[in-house]
């Protein structure tokens, strides 16, 4: 499968744990983004990267919420002391600045994240 | 902050009828992409509109970027089963913050 995968699908945690979820992106693209999605509402951009360059950052994003790409490939985003309001799917997407399919998102299954 | 809209919320169409989703952006953009995300599943890319006044066709699909480059449309001609699914825009103006409409939910009724 050569498509975007994430790990885990599902997390399950406890209020105030710490999380980290891994993206690894279609391997010649060079963008890497998180969005986060809640049931009804379309994609909220977290974060992007340009090979590990970490480019753009949402202001509406709590610095509790810290994303790496360290070699440009994978990435990791990790959510420090965990609130109920962090439940969500929490998408990856990829994309190539060159090529036929410059600037298209390749989005990845999801991990879905449930704050108890 | 850049805010990106999308009406009608959910439409309902009988199977052969024609549906049509507009976005729009209180901000220019650069480009404007649209996705499609069944239930259960991740967006998936369907076209990107560059230019002020673009028109682009994917088979029964139509996509418009409007000339002051803040608006966009989606038209599916003679919807099928197969149509089913939440369409979002989704906006960039200054680089590549992607700002994701809040959706139309299409289900079309056979």
């Known amino acids: 499968d050569t498509g975007v995968s994430q790990n885990p699908r599902h997390k399950i945690t406890k209020r105030g744990q710490n999380v980290t979820f891994r993206c690894d992106p279609i391997s010649e693209h060079n963008r890497l983004y998180w969005y986060r999605q809640t049931l009804g509402q379309g994609p909220e951009f977290l974060t992007y990267?340009?090979?590990?360059?970490?480019?753009?950052k949402s202001r509406l994003l709590s610095d509790r919420f810290s994303a790496e790409r360290p070699k440009g490939s994978f990435s990791t985003l990790e959510i420090q002391r965990t609130e109920q309001g962090d439940s969500a799917m929490y998408l990856c997407a990829s994309s190539s600045t060159s090529g036929s399919t410059y600037n298209e998102q390749f989005f990845g299954p999801g991990t879905r994240l449930t704050v108890l | 902050g850049q805010q990106v809209m999308q009406i009608p919320q959910y439409q309902h169409v009988q199977e052969g009828e024609d549906f049509t989703t507009y976005c729009n952006s209180s901000t220019t953009l650069s480009n404007i992409q649209w996705y499609k995300q069944r239930p259960g599943g991740h967006p998936v890319f369907l076209i990107q509109l560059v230019k002020s006044g673009e028109v682009k066709k994917q088979k029964r699909l139509t996509f418009q970027f409007g000339e002051a480059k803040k608006n966009s449309s989606l038209h599916i001609t003679a919807t099928q089963t197969t149509d089913v699914g939440t369409y979002f825009c989704a906006g960039a103006s200054t680089g590549n913050q992607f700002y994701f409409g809040t959706g139309t939910s299409l289900t079309v009724i056979p």
């Open positions: 990267f340009q090979n590990e360059a970490q480019l753009e």
